[in-house]
């Protein structure tokens, strides 16, 4: 009887093994109510459509549809109970998926021709919800205004998406905003905001609509008072609704190049706002505490290499005969900034400087802005710490029986987060060496004239979330030319890139699935 009971216990155990561990109606039941609730978002370019003489039917159609979609997802067999760690990766990668699917719906809705193939259509909502700004289009001025709004909002809810993701929703999945946060960027914030994650949420919120006003009022304001004449309310709107979540969509279609020297000032400032940490401007407007800006390390490191970069750029396009003066300050300034966090606006046609500004824009792509911001790429948290955990093993090289620790504003950074640090960077490195070689593969099988800093620059402004590359995918220029293979690898590493790879990469482990 016992050699039986044991293989019994044995056959109990294989068999729990193999189960699945993952409630995934419990997963697709919170996708759906986030979907059901993005239906409204149409709603707002519908009325658009509707004051500049438009038909309103390509967004309340999608409305419609994306409302019927929650609702069955929400109707998906499951547990659905309070889900966990596990579910909330499926969570947050499905969602991703699913809000693109949203944004294509308008643009193939429309019948617009440049965006009538689904993949098209795709890599432009993925682009404008993960606020990478890679565009597909060939003529942006010949969209209607509706579809116009609708792109610019798409980069406007992605920008702030992620944080509310992180601070407001997941404590449903029994994982804290704070936690979350560490993981996507482990190094400053080791505290929690406030004692009340929902709160923290609203707040973040108020203060990313309240720049995203001040920027639409400044801006509307030298058109006013004839500063800028091309800065009329739409285009001011339109810039402030991507400017914030550094996305860098333009109803224009060669940008900001069109705008006045004001204007280009006003949205770098903005910009560097938007690749600051939103934690700090929490504690110094919320808070009252104001030196919080010049106390925190990571700070100091974003100004101070976004001043390096400036430098470099402006030195090598004067030299270049390119630009000179206030102008050579201005476009290097603004690049600088843009590519840093992401952003990816033109004052210029960047692609057509030297070769030394262009390899100093490519190295910013691969910086991003602070931790807690809506940039993209690596940010400069992680490089901080990178830098002090080599600087640490020198050290211990020298002298290998001293016990050192890496601090972070004075604080001592827990093992494990230097561990996810340095994973995450060999992650990245090794997803972007993989995107390269599948741009040029394809362009080689399709006769694509692909050189390799255009295949280097197209993998890097797309997994960093930056926006535009060089050569055809240049700030004046479109992705159209690429072929169906590398639409679809941009189109992953945009989502893995806004994502952090990590939601993204888990899901293709065995030990998620099982136990």
Request: with cysteine; proline share 5%; net charge neutral.
């Amino acid at each position: 009887m016992k050699p039986s009971r044991e293989r019994e216990t044995l056959r109990k155990r294989v068999a729990a093994r193999r189960r699945l561990h993952v409630d995934v109606g419990s997963a697709l039941d919170l996708v759906g109510s986030i979907t059901k609730y993005l239906g409204l978002t149409p709603l707002i370019p519908a009325g658009v459509a509707i004051g500049y003489g438009e038909s309103p039917w390509p967004f309340l159609i999608t409305a419609a549809l994306v409302l019927v979609v929650g609702l069955a997802l929400e109707r998906v067999p499951g547990r659905k109970e309070r889900v966990g760690p596990r579910e909330g990766y499926l969570v947050v990668a499905l969602t991703w998926v699913v809000v693109a699917g949203v944004g294509a719906l308008p643009y193939l809705l429309s019948g617009d021709p440049q965006l009538d193939r689904p993949l098209d259509a795709y890599f432009e909502a993925m682009s404008g919800f993960t606020t990478t700004g890679a565009t597909i289009l060939t003529d942006i001025d010949d969209l209607p205004r509706g579809l116009l709004m609708w792109r610019q909002l798409t980069q406007w809810f992605g920008g702030m998406g992620i944080i509310v993701l992180a601070i407001a929703i997941l404590p449903r999945l029994r994982v804290g905003g704070r936690q979350l946060i560490e993981s996507e960027l482990p190094g400053p914030e080791h505290e929690p905001i406030t004692t009340r994650i929902r709160d923290t949420a609203r707040q973040l919120w108020l203060i990313y609509i309240g720049l995203t006003a001040l920027m639409a009022l400044i801006l509307m304001s030298f058109g006013w008072l004839g500063i800028d004449d091309r800065m009329h309310p739409f285009n001011a709107i339109g810039h402030a609704l991507t400017t914030l979540p550094t996305g860098g969509f333009s109803p224009e279609n060669v940008g900001a190049v069109i705008f006045a020297a004001p204007s280009q000032w006003v949205i770098t400032f903005f910009m560097l706002l938007a690749g600051t940490n939103f934690a700090l401007f929490y504690r110094a407007l919320m808070r009252r505490q104001p030196g919080v800006f010049q106390r925190d390390e990571e700070f100091r490191v974003y100004l101070g290499l976004l001043l390096i970069g400036t430098v470099v750029i402006c030195a090598s396009i004067w030299t270049e005969g390119i630009a000179s003066g206030e102008a050579a300050i201005r476009h290097a300034a603004f690049q600088t900034v843009s590519m840093m966090t992401t952003t990816g606006y033109g004052s210029v046609d960047f692609a057509l400087w030297p070769g030394v500004a262009l390899m100093a824009l490519v190295g910013l792509m691969f910086i991003g802005g602070c931790a807690g911001s809506t940039s993209g790429s690596v940010k400069v948290a992680r490089h901080l710490l990178m830098g002090k955990i080599l600087r640490r093993e020198v050290d211990l090289t020298v002298h290998p029986e001293i016990v050192l620790v890496v601090r972070s504003n004075h604080k001592i950074v827990n093992e494990r987060i230097l561990r996810a640090i340095s994973a995450f960077v060999l992650l990245y490195i090794g997803v972007f060496v993989v995107g390269v070689v599948m741009l040029a593969i394809d362009a080689s099988a399709t006769g694509l004239d692909l050189s390799v800093i255009e295949a280097v620059a197209a993998a890097a402004t797309t997994l960093g979330n930056v926006g535009p590359g060089f050569g055809f995918a240049g700030p004046l220029g479109g992705f159209e030319p690429f072929g169906d293979v590398s639409t679809a690898t941009m189109i992953v590493l945009m989502w893995m890139g806004r994502l952090e790879l990590i939601p993204v990469l888990v899901l293709f482990s065995r030990h998620y699935w099982r136990a």
